[in-house]
Antibody
């Protein structure tokens, strides 16, 4: 049974870079068949897709978000990462990682981590 | 780009059935969607994928009380024999070749 666990600082200062990692256990991050995905949820709001990366390293990003955001894979550590530069208070949210099957017929979610952007 | 519309709220009585609707924007009526449940203060849980022909593929451990269907641009999630733990937010989502998008969610209250 695959499990995903987000980790990272719970507090980030404005204009700094938000960096989160998602540790994957119970499944190989380097095999095909899945998109490794980040989703966020602003307080009291709905879900927002941030971006997804394929095992080849090719990534897709939400065009409405910070153009500098990047998602990367670290197969040696079985984890993938989110980097969101120049954050503002509007980036305060719970961040979830997920494994999404290529046909979207299966999603496995992490439990989420709250990130607050504040000085 | 495709958009998904959900009613903000719904309610039904304990033991009854409820049908939640997700509407695809114009020109995207052939899209499949996924349904996700989010209980209060919890992370989302994948329920099922619903195809345009009404067929659905459920996630691991999802009870038979949950089912999906389709009609035109509408995708449905039906929950029968409602239980208190079904009180949650329900989100639909769809995808394209290089993007994913979520609906605004429906808050289901079990009376």
């Amino acid at each position: 049974q695959v499990q995903l666990q987000e980790s990272g600082p719970g507090l980030v200062k404005p204009s700094q870079t938000l960096s989160l990692t998602c540790a994957v256990s119970g499944g190989s991050i380097s095999s095909g068949g899945y998109y490794w995905t980040w989703v966020r949820q602003h307080p009291g709001k709905g879900l927002e897709w941030i971006g997804s990366i394929f095992y080849t390293g090719f990534a897709y990003y939400n065009p409405s978000l910070n153009s500098g955001l990047t998602i990367s894979l670290d197969t040696s550590k079985s984890q993938f990462a989110l980097s969101l530069p120049s954050v503002t208070a509007a980036d305060t949210a719970v961040y979830f990682c997920a494994r999404v099957a290529l046909d979207n017929a299966r999603w496995n979610w992490g439990q989420g981590t709250l990130v607050i952007v504040s000085s | 780009q495709v958009a998904l519309t959900q009613s903000p709220s719904a309610s039904a009585s304990l033991g009854a059935s409820v049908k939640l609707t997700c509407t695809l924007s114009s020109g995207h009526s052939s899209n499949a969607i996924g349904w996700h449940q989010q209980r209060p203060d919890k992370g989302p849980r994948f329920l099922m994928k619903v195809d345009s022909d009404g067929s659905h593929t459920k996630g691991d451990g999802i009870p038979d009380r949950f089912s999906g269907s389709s009609s035109g641009a509408e995708r449905y999630l039906t929950i029968s024999s409602l239980q208190s733990e079904d009180e949650a937010d329900y989100y639909c989502q769809t995808w394209g070749s290089d993007f994913w998008v979520f609906g605004g969610g429906t808050k289901l209250t079990v009376l």
